[in-house]
Structure formats: structure tokens, C-alpha cells
């Protein structure tokens, strides 16, 4: 299994939405990608350019889900986007019917995975998201290769 890690430093929330842009241009369904980063390191704006780059959804569509736990993009390819910040508890998968949504050939996007139990599950793409200062994200993406 061949490991890819890049690694940005962006300056704006524009940067990061072309980031995000790169980065979907390397995704094929089924894929599970996790999204790591305290409140505000930018991990929505991120999904914004992953879903726009995929044609799922425009950038503007794309905000923090905060009554729905799972929100579907549904354009030229299946994104959800799932935000576990307001689980208080440690959630499965298959609760949250993620495994139903990767068996149909989805791309799913979580952030917070941390509030997720996860025997098994492997995620093919980690993003972890560093808040440097006001306008600056150090951003790390490791996809695993099958
Ligand atoms: P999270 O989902 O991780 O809580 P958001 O993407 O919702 O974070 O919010 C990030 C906030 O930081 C936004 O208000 C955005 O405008 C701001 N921001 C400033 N600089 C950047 C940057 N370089 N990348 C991403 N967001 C940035
Ligand atoms: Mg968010």
C-alpha cells in the first residue's frame, strides 16, 4: 500500500477551497475521508472545495450542517458530508448508515472523526487542519493506496 502525504500552507479561505479542489481531483468512489481540525482550522471550507471539485455541489452550497448529522450533495457524483460535533458519545458507521452509503460507491466526507468508533473502518484519505494564525492553515493530506 503506497502512502501519499502532501502537506500546504494556505493564506486565505480561498487557498483552502483550491486545496480541497486538488485533492478531490484524486478521489474515486467508494471513499472515506476524515477530516481533523479544532473548531475552526477550516475543515467546512475544505469540504467546499472537495464537493465543488467533484461537481457534487457549488462552494456556497456547502456549510456546517447544524441540524443534520449527514448532508447529501447530489450532482454529478454522491457526496455526503457529515459533521460528528455534536455527538456526545461515540457513534458506529453503520448507525449513522455511512457503510450502506461507501457499499452504493459514495464519497463520504467527516469531520470530527475522532467521535466515531471505528473497529476496521479505513479511511482512504486523513486531512488534518492546524490553525498557524488568523488567516493561515497548515493543512496535511495522507491518502492510503490500494
Ligand atoms: P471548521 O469546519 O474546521 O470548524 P470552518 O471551515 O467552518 O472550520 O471555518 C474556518 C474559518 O476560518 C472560516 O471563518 C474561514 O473564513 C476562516 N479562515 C481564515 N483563513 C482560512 C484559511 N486559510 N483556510 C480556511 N479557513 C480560513
Ligand atoms: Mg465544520
Redesign the pocket.
Not at 494556505?10 to 477551497?17: G, L, M, R, V, Y
Not at 481540525?37 to 467546499?48: N, Q, R
Given at each position: 500500500m503506497a502512502t501519499t502525504i502532501r502537506e500546504v500552507c494556505?493564506?486565505?479561505?480561498?487557498?483552502?477551497?483550491a486545496f480541497g479542489r486538488r485533492l478531490a481531483a484524486e478521489l474515486r468512489p467508494p471513499a472515506l475521508v476524515f477530516?481533523y481540525?479544532?473548531?475552526?482550522?477550516?475543515?467546512?471550507?475544505?469540504?467546499?472545495g472537495i464537493a465543488a471539485g467533484l461537481g457534487a455541489a457549488h462552494e456556497e452550497d456547502v456549510?456546517?450542517p447544524s441540524f443534520v448529522l449527514v448532508q447529501e450533495y447530489s450532482g454529478a457524483q454522491r457526496v455526503y458530508h457529515v459533521?460528528l460535533?455534536r455527538i456526545d458519545r461515540p457513534v458506529e458507521l453503520e448507525t449513522l448508515g455511512l457503510d450502506d452509503l461507501l457499499a452504493e460507491d459514495a464519497i463520504v466526507l467527516v469531520?470530527w472523526p475522532e467521535h466515531l468508533v471505528m473497529p476496521g473502518v479505513q479511511a482512504s484519505l486523513h486531512v488534518r487542519?492546524e490553525?498557524v494564525d488568523?488567516?493561515?492553515?497548515r493543512?496535511r493530506a495522507e491518502s492510503v493506496g490500494q
Open positions: 494556505t493564506s486565505s479561505p480561498e487557498e483552502t477551497i477530516l481540525g479544532e473548531l475552526g482550522a477550516g475543515k467546512t471550507t475544505l469540504v467546499k456549510n456546517s459533521d460535533y469531520e487542519l490553525i488568523d488567516l493561515q492553515r493543512i
